[in-house]
């Protein structure tokens, strides 16, 4: 079974970053989709960043030019650099892995990270 285990979450002042991880066991992250979620209260859970087995990516509107997803293949984990953080982007962030040999996806637990003015 895959287990993703995140990890970077916290409080963090307007303007500041922050940078979650997500550490992958069980299958390698290599040939994998990955993306990164937030879900804030009341809202419905988005899509923020993805990366493909090929390095492509993508973000969120909103997300351009602010955050950077990544992947180092040797530590098995994807990172989501956040910078220039708004207040808007208080949320609990997840990160899902889709593997091509299973047949659903799999979530990480999810991490809060809030930011203040």
Do not use: H
């Not at 650099?81 to 208080?90: C, G, H, I, P, Y």
């Not at 593997?99 to 809060?112: E, V």
């Amino acid at each position: 079974q895959v287990q993703l285990v995140q990890s970077g979450g916290g409080l963090v002042q307007a303007g500041g970053s922050l940078r979650l991880s997500c550490a992958a066991s069980g299958s390698t992250l290599r040939i994998a989709t990955i993306g990164w979620y937030r879900q804030a209260p009341g809202k419905e859970r988005e899509l923020v960043a993805s990366i493909t087995s090929g390095g492509r990516t993508n973000y969120i509107e909103s997300a351009k030019g602010r955050f950077i997803i990544s992947r180092d293949n040797a530590k098995n984990t994807v990172y989501l650099q956040m910078n220039s953080l708004k207040a808007e982007d208080t949320a609990v962030y997840y990160c899902k892995v889709d593997l091509p040999i299973f047949g659903r996806p799999f979530w990480g637990q999810g991490t809060q990270v809030t930011v203040s003015s």
